[in-house]
Nanobody
Framework: QVQLVESGGGLVQAGGSLRLSCAAS????????MAWFRQAPGKEREFVGR????????YYADSVKGRFTISRDNAKNTVYLQMNSLKPEDTAVYYC?????????????????WGQGTQVTVSS
């Protein structure tokens, strides 16, 4: 079992930046692949990116590649999502998720644990 709590969301103008954090507690954090998803109103939950257990590998959705960066600090049990050059279409609730599997997976249903989400709103 692992508990996840996101923070750092807010309102930002287009072109701006935000950094989201996801603090984990419970089981050993370094055992989990961590991912970020987002969900806009009326849309399905969308994969944003993931980071391997050690932090050495990351993978991003095309829609955020080059603008968003995922990192983690296993000593602090925290994963981060740095979002730069934000666009109005990035507006969504952002969720972090944890997966115990060794497989590299991008589907929401593959992830076992979820945070409550944090709202990101990008104004034009």
């Amino acid at each position: 079992q692992v508990q996840l709590v996101e923070s750092g969301g807010g309102l930002v103008q287009a072109g701006g930046s935000l950094r989201l954090s996801c603090a984990a507690s419970g089981r050993t954090f370094s055992l989990f692949t961590m991912a970020w998803f987002r969900q806009a109103p009326g849309k399905e939950r969308e994969f944003v990116g993931r980071i391997s257990r050690s932090g050495s590998n990351t993978y991003y959705a095309d829609s955020v590649k080059g603008r968003f960066t995922i990192s983690r600090d296993n000593a602090k049990n925290t994963v981060y999502l740095q979002m730069n050059s934000l666009k109005p279409e990035d507006t969504a609730v952002y969720y972090c998720a944890a997966d115990l599997s060794l497989l590299a997976r991008n589907a929401a249903f593959d992830y076992d644990y979820w945070g409550q989400g944090t709202q990101v709103t990008v104004s034009s």
